[in-house]
Every structure is written in structure tokens, then in C-alpha cells.
């Protein structure tokens, strides 16, 4: 039993597996058991459990719980319409976030779109992603059973979705942030294989999971966190050790934003683990060999995306230092010609976004581009908040038509609604769901096409050409 919103059909807090408890904690998710009496779907179910960030998109305080492997779906009708169906797979940095953020509500895509739109939640942080493989068979996916989550979640629409008038083999799944890392992550897993014929990667590509080694790291710094020897003491400890552990560990072992710190890799813990059923081999490198080539992919980022985290008081020393970490000071020397006005936290925050953000949706394009089912974009539309500027998830209101929500306000700040390029946006999303284009040239190696979102929108050829040819041979 569902209700009525925003002009169409909700049902909440549908469970698609198993509670994640007690014995199941660390283990692969398992079916549901199943109702036989009508379940109420009015109240979206309570997030996976999380320390809140307090971020923009999701200021509320979080209601979690270990019971936490549901999903929204929202929809015009009830019938055999077959409709497009969009899954979006929340952000958060793989450690926070949920499905029902207001941020997310798909209603727009439905009333404008004729879409059903489906949100979900997935396991989180050391509960998601701690590998603990060394402790036996039952354990071999542990460091990825947050990804298998979200798959179970997608044979769940599969199998289930034309009930609430979608098409299953018309799924696109979407996300941003760790949302887009999940996606990206998706199309290189061939356990996914068959359950979407569309992805859009916001703000998030391949290049974001831990190689076996750092994954072993990260579970050795978690055990001792917790004071626990083995996995009984991991799995005897309570969800609030665990995320106690969780953030030391995290602080420990991170270089910061880009940085590669003691993982070895700019990447931060628990993150999903490479060596596993779902992750045979790095995710671009199955993507570059032709895994799901004949999906149909929009990526992107933001131009501005990491001034959302803030880097304190830059000097130039602390700026030459990144630049080294990223692969030598000729990039800063790129930088600072292609850009001669900028300061040096202008500096930090161009070379931050285009390493984490903009050079890894280039490569996971470019690992695609000669199959023609590839698309790129840059939202540079900028906050009216000048400290913002074009920074990360300032895009994601515009792709859902959700200028109204709550905090959007804030963050694109004081002035007229930029209607205008929430239209563009979401339109695009809506053409791309519907059919599998965007509506704008596809990627190529030669003229490299990008649909670049600003006050007035237009495709570019090769944008910032200087400064991503400065890449060339790094990550």
C-alpha cells in the first residue's frame, strides 16, 4: 500500500533482501522472506547506519538502522505501461546518505518523463566494504557486499518492476559522487551483467576502488580499532564500535582529498575491493577490454567540485607539494599559464577537481569512446554563492528538476531561478533514460564532444584542451 505525492505514485521502504544482521552482517545479502498480507509502503525505511555528515543535501538528522535494505519507487501509474526506469544510487563517500534525500525525489522524471523512478540504500562504510576474505568463504565478498547490494537491489527491479509499470529491460541506473563511482564501478562488474542498458555517472568514474593489498590495510588498521582478533570479535562488536572504528581508521589512513596517504592509492577507505566476483580486475581496465560495451553511457563532472570540502590557507608550497603528488610540478606550471589570474586556492581547487573528478570521467570515456554509445558533459553553471562556484552535487537539483527543494536555496544562492538550465539538464536525463541519448554528439578521441551546462548551454569541442593533454600518462 503506497500514497499519493508530488502529483505521483510512492511506495517506500520496499525491502528487496534480507535484514543485514546478527550473522549477516558481513555476509552477501540474502532474499527477503517475503509478505503475504498487503505491506504498508508509505514510510521510506531508515537509512544504513552512518555518522550524518550534515551535508547540503541531507542537513536533517539520519534515522538508521542495520534493517536497512529497501527501496522507493515512484511512478504515474499502476499499469503495463512499460515505462523507462531510472535507479539512482546515492552519494556520500561510500559512509553516508540515503535514498529518501529530498534532493533524490524522482517525481519530476515521472510527471515530466513518464519514467518510475526508483531510489535505494545499500550498506555503508565498515559494514559495506571491509574486506575481511581472510577469515573464510562466508566472508569472500565482504569487501564489496555494499556493490552487491546495490545489484541485489537491481535484480530486484528485474524481476518485480512491471508490477509498478516499468519495463525491466529499460533500466537506467544513475548516481553522483560515490553514487557515480557505484555506477561506474557497475559497468565494470560482470556480475552486473544484463540488469541496465544505461548509465549516467555523475561527478564519479572507475579510477575509485582499492586494489586487494589496500583493502588488507584497511582491515588491519579496523580489527585493531575495534580491539578485535578475528571476526568474531568484529561481528560481537555494536554498530556504534563499529562506526567509532570506522572513522579512526579513516582518519588514520586518508592523505586527504586526492592524496594517496598509507593506502597507496588516492582513494579513500572502505571503498569497494578489487579481487572478488564482483570486482575480478580493476573496473576500467573490464571496461577498456569491452565489458558492457554495448551500454549506453552519459558521464561528467562539475568545473568547481572541490570547493565544497575547502582546503584552509593554500600557499605555494603546499600547492607544489599536490601537484607533485599528482605527477609533477609541470602540471602547476600548465596551470598557471592556461589560468594567469587565478590565486593559489583557485590553483588547488582547478588541479583537485580535474584529478579526482574531471580527468576520471575523461578516461572512463575515453575507454569507451571508439564503441559510439558514449557521451560526456560539464556543469559549469555557477552558485551565486562565489565560494561555491560550479562545486560538487550542485548539479544534482538541476538533473532531478528539483530547484524547490529544501537547501537548494542555499546553495545556489541569492538571484532569479536559473529555471532555464534546471530545463536543460533535466531534459537531457530524460532523453537519455528514455531512449539512450542524450540528444548531443557522442564522444570521440578526435573532436571530443562535450555538452557543457551553463547559462547557456552548448556542445564544446575538447574544453580545457591544454590542461587534459597536461594528463596525459597519469591517472
Known amino acids: 500500500m503506497g500514497r499519493e505525492r508530488d502529483g505521483v505514485l510512492l511506495f517506500a521502504g520496499v525491502p528487496y533482501a534480507a535484514p543485514p544482521t546478527g550473522a549477516r552482517r558481513f555476509r552477501v545479502a540474502q532474499p527477503h522472506e517475503g509478505w503475504s498480507d498487503v505491506r504498508d509502503a508509505r514510510k521510506f525505511g531508515p537509512a544504513a547506519p552512518q555518522i550524518s555528515s550534515g551535508g547540503m543535501t541531507d542537513p536533517a538528522p539520519v534515522r538508521w538502522d542495520e534493517d ?41 522524471f515521472a510527471a515530466n518523463g513518464d519514467i518510475v523512478a526508483v531510489t535505494i540504500n545499500y550498506r555503508l562504510g565498515a559494514l559495506g566494504f571491509t574486506d575481511l576474505s581472510r577469515f573464510g568463504e562466508e566472508f569472500a565478498t ?3 557486499n555494499g556493490l552487491l547490494d546495490q545489484i541485489t537491489a537491481l535484480e530486484w527491479v528485474r524481476d518485480n518492476i512491471a508490477g509498478f509499470g516499468g519495463d525491466p529491460t529499460k533500466v537506467t541506473i544513475a548516481g553522483e559522487s560515490a553514487g557515480g563511482f557505484s555506477v561506474a564501478t557497475l559497468l565494470g562488474s560482470p556480475r552486473a551483467s544484463g540488469l541496465f542498458r544505461g548509465v549516467i555517472a555523475q561527478s564519479g568514474a572507475a579510477h575509485h576502488v582499492l586494489p ?26 555494536s554498530v556504534d564500535a563499529i562506526l567509532a572504528a570506522q572513522t579512526e581508521v579513516a582518519r588514520a589512513l586518508e592523505g586527504g582529498p586526492g ?37 549506453a553511457l552519459l558521464a561528467g563532472s562539475n568545473r568547481d567540485e572541490t570547493t565544497l570540502w575547502g582546503y584552509g590557507e593554500v600557499d605555494d608550497a603546499r600547492l607544489a607539494r599536490t601537484a607533485e603528488g599528482f605527477g609533477g610540478l609541470d602540471l602547476l606550471d600548465t596551470y598557471r599559464r592556461t589560468r594567469p589570474e587565478a590565486s593559489v586556492e583557485q590553483l588547488m581547487i582547478a588541479l583537485t577537481t580535474d584529478h579526482m573528478f574531471r580527468i576520471p570521467a575523461i578516461r572512463l570515456a575515453e575507454a569507451r569512446a571508439n564503441g559510439g554509445k558514449t557521451w560526456l558533459y560539464q556543469f559549469n553553471w555557477r552558485s551565486r554563492n562565489e565560494r561555491l562556484g560550479a562545486t560538487h552535487a550542485l548539479e544534482i537539483p538541476f538533473a532531478f528538476d ?26 537531457t536525463w530524460t532523453r537519455f ?16 564532444e562535450t555538452m557543457v551546462f551553463d547559462e547557456a548551454s552548448g556542445v564544446v569541442v575538447d574544453p580545457d584542451a591544454e590542461e587534459r593533454e597536461a594528463w596525459a600518462g597519469r591517472r
Open 433 to 448: 533514460v528514455k531512449a539512450g541519448d542524450p540528444g548531443f554528439p557522442h564522444y570521440s578521441l578526435r573532436s571530443r
Open 68 to 108: 536497512c535494505l529497501t527501496l522507493n519507487i515512484q511512478t504515474p501509474a499502476l499499469d503495463d505501461g512499460a515505462r523507462p526506469v531510472l535507479v539512482w544510487i546515492h552519494g556520500g563517500g561510500y559512509r553516508n546518505g540515503q535514498g529518501a534525500v529530498p534532493w533524490y525525489n524522482g517525481a519530476r
Open 212 to 237: 586487494a593489498e589496500a583493502g588488507g590495510v584497511v582491515a588491519d588498521r579496523f580489527l585493531e580499532a575495534l580491539g578485535a582478533d578475528d571476526v568474531i570479535g568484529v561481528e560481537a562488536a
Open 402 to 427: 528539483n530547484l524547490h527543494q529544501p537547501g537548494v536555496d542555499v546553495f545556489i544562492g541569492d538571484g532569479p531561478s536559473p529555471q532555464h538550465v534546471a530545463d536543460a539538464v533535466h531534459g
Open 142 to 144: 565482504s569487501g564489496v
Open 259 to 295: 592524496l594517496a596517504g598509507e593506502l597507496g592509492v588516492p582513494v579513500s577507505a572502505f571503498y569497494p575491493v578489487v579481487g572478488n566476483e564482483a570486482l575480478p580486475q580493476p573496473p576500467l581496465d573490464a571496461i577498456s577490454g569491452g565489458l558492457h560495451a554495448d551500454v
